[in-house]
């Protein structure tokens, strides 16, 4: 852009006195969004932070060794020197003042500009690069990795100004982006449905692909390039839990359609059957899914949600989606948070529903987040860089493992929203702080010579964080007591699972844990109520997956994806008696529950092709009798 186009656009966009306000924009400047550069070699878009920091970035995930470049064209409006400003973050910062691992390089045209990028500061902001004289024309910008260690890089800024540095605070630096054009001023219509879900997991699909089927016009948006949250081959937990139970033995049978053939935790990605699940997905009529978008508003109507706006995370294009009807399966609960819905995090205390395993006294902790891994072997001896940075392994502390599964867990004290990278960040941590101890300097670190790291998460398996409250409030004695509900749909088979810090993980890195323990509290098989499924105060709103209405303890039954699964179904039945009837999610239970009824006794599993046994395996992938499988 030249400078008279950016001051016609500012004219337009900022009439009057606010024009006063908008930033001076220099000659020339370009402001280039990592995740859209055209090639993103080895580096990967981490979408998982944007409502924290404001954008999806590029992270250079090597497992310690360096990857392949990034790069894209821009064109250059004039010739000149040009200063280059770039938004990275020395993510080691938390635990160390040293320089931290995450270095990396701009190149233009193909030169590295002199600064070390990355490894200085403790949050995001803006460090400056270097110039460089360019001619006009097309010109190639490039990021170069230099460690392989999670360098990250979320926007860059060319400028004929030295001093015209971008904001650096979280609204004010989107407001920049709208005025560069690096974000739009306003969404395109992306179409009206009769359901709109928001969050593309295992409850997701099912919520979506049930409504479908039941006649409904739906849209599916999911944040990631892949479907199936925690199940999917970036995060890899296994399906938990059991389908197919009474008093609706048809519900969950459709997650057959799509369910892994495999068992465990943190095994290879072909395990977990990505293709299955984005051909259930994309085979469904009547139903558009939208992988890649993330919801980052809503729009009111009194207390029903009217719209969202959904946002590309690599190319930054919005769309406002329109529908009577919506239903939160982020997780997290981010729809529901956005449009104002009463919502819950941490632990009840024991006095308010009178469960016995909930602590005395509420407070803030959460189940944790895991960053799972796996190393493999190869016939020759491999290396791994000294790491260290503020976590210490000893020969007394380490862990002498090969792998990390679910209890590899962070983030217990901490808040698993506000403090979300932080938590990721610190799985990373100590994965590679320990495994560079095991490669270098364990006593027997010759058990460990032919390994190398083979696949660690970077995307977190998230078990914990808001709960979005109903007309109902699922607890502990609801449970216990089989406490009987006349809107009884989807049933809970997992134990009461509430993970915890590990007490000898506790001694040896106290307020620092990485390690989870559980105790299993055993029920018997119980069906939740329909009440739990629906916001008790927006009046569109449904949910499914670990977001609904429930307490801390009864989070620890109903968190697992089978279970997820069938509460998406009943969300499904119960959108399209909404459409059909004209009522509400309350509506439903108050007027229609025979009619929601009688569609969970049919269930919407396909009954025109041959479904696979409703297989149970153990964490090494064997067939084996039903039984709980961690997460």
Not at 33 to 43: D, L, N, R, Y
Not at 237 to 264: C, D, N, T, W
Not at 293 to 299: C, I, Y
Not at 339 to 346: E, K, L, T, Y
Request: aromatic share 10%; proline share 5%; charged share 25%.
């Amino acid at each position: 852009m030249n400078e008279l186009v950016l001051v016609l656009f500012a004219l337009w966009a900022f009439p009057s006195e606010a024009f006063s306000r908008t930033p001076a924009f220099p000659e020339g400047g370009l402001f280039i969004e990592a995740e859209s550069f055209a090639e993103k070699g080895g580096w990967s878009v981490d979408q998982q932070f944007m409502d924290i920091m404001g954008s999806p970035y590029l992270i250079a995930h090597g497992m310690g060794v360096p990857v392949k470049d990034a790069s894209t064209t821009v064109g250059i409006p004039v010739p000149g020197i040009y200063h280059v400003w770039v938004r990275t973050y020395n993510w080691t910062a938390p635990w160390t003042s040293a320089d931290g691992p995450g270095a990396f390089r701009v190149k233009l045209n193909g030169k590295p500009l002199k600064t070390l990028l990355g490894t200085t500061g403790d949050r995001w902001f803006w460090q400056y690069a270097g110039s460089r004289k360019l001619a006009a024309g097309p010109c190639t910008v490039a990021l170069s990795d230099l460690g392989g260690f999670d360098g990250r890089c979320d926007a860059i800024w060319l400028t004929r100004e030295e001093e015209a540095v971008p904001p650096a605070e979280k609204d004010a630096l989107e407001g920049f982006r709208r005025q560069t054009g690096a974000l739009p001023l306003h969404p395109s219509d992306g179409g009206d449905y009769d359901f709109v879900v928001i969050g593309g997991g295992i409850a997701g699909m099912c919520a979506a692909v049930s409504a479908a089927r039941f006649g409904c016009k739906v849209a599916l948006v999911n944040d990631r390039p892949i479907p199936g949250g925690n199940n999917s081959s970036e995060i890899r937990v296994h399906l938990g839990a059991r389908i197919e139970q009474a008093p609706y033995p048809a519900l969950g049978r459709m997650l057959r359609e799509f369910g892994h053939s495999k068992g465990g935790n943190a095994k290879p990605a072909s395990n977990y059957e990505d293709e299955k699940k984005e051909a259930f997905i994309r085979g469904q009529e009547g139903l558009t899914y939208l992988p890649c978008f993330r919801a980052v508003k809503v729009n009111m109507d009194g207390s029903r949600i009217a719209s969202v706006v959904i946002r590309h995370i690599e190319t930054g294009e919005e769309r406002l989606l329109k529908a009577p009807l919506f239903a939160d399966c982020t997780g997290d609960a981010n729809l529901g948070y956005m449009a104002g819905a009463d919502w819950r995090m941490g632990r009840e205390g024991r006095d308010e529903f009178g469960e016995a395993l909930a602590p005395e006294k509420g407070d803030a902790l959460t189940m944790g987040s895991s960053v799972q891994w796996y190393s493999v072997e190869g016939p020759e001896r491999t290396s791994f860089p000294e790491f260290e940075y503020g976590v210490q392994f000893t020969e007394e502390n380490c862990e002498k493992v090969k792998m990390g599964e679910w209890r590899w867990e962070t983030g217990m004290n901490l808040d698993q929203i506000r403090d979300f990278e932080r938590i990721r960040d610190y799985g990373l941590l100590v994965v590679y702080s320990n495994w560079s101890f095991l490669k270098n300097h364990y006593s027997r670190k010759a058990d460990y010579a032919n390994l190398s790291l083979g696949w660690v998460a970077y995307v977190a398996g998230k078990r914990e964080s808001r709960r979005l409250m109903g007309d109902y409030i699922l607890k502990q004695d609801d449970i216990d007591k089989q406490v009987f509900h006349e809107d009884a749909s989807f049933t809970l088979t997992w134990h009461l699972d509430l993970h915890f810090p590990d007490s000898l993980n506790s001694v040896r890195f106290k307020g620092q844990e990485f390690k989870a323990d559980t105790r299993s509290n055993h029920i018997y098989p119980y069906a939740a109520p329909y009440r739990c499924l629906y916001s008790r105060n927006i009046d569109n709103l449904f949910m499914a997956g670990r977001d609904i209405s429930t307490t801390h303890v009864a989070l620890g039954s109903t968190r697992l994806m089978r279970t997820g699964a069938m509460m998406g179904e009943v969300v499904g039945m119960a959108a399209s008696i909404c459409k059909e009837k004209g009522t509400t999610p309350r509506g439903v239970y108050q007027h229609y529950l025979p009619e929601l009824k009688a569609l969970m006794k049919k269930g919407a599993a396909r009954n025109d092709i041959e479904l696979p046994d409703n297989q149970h395996f153990n964490e090494g992938g064997h067939l084996k009798k039903p039984k709980n499988i961690e997460f």
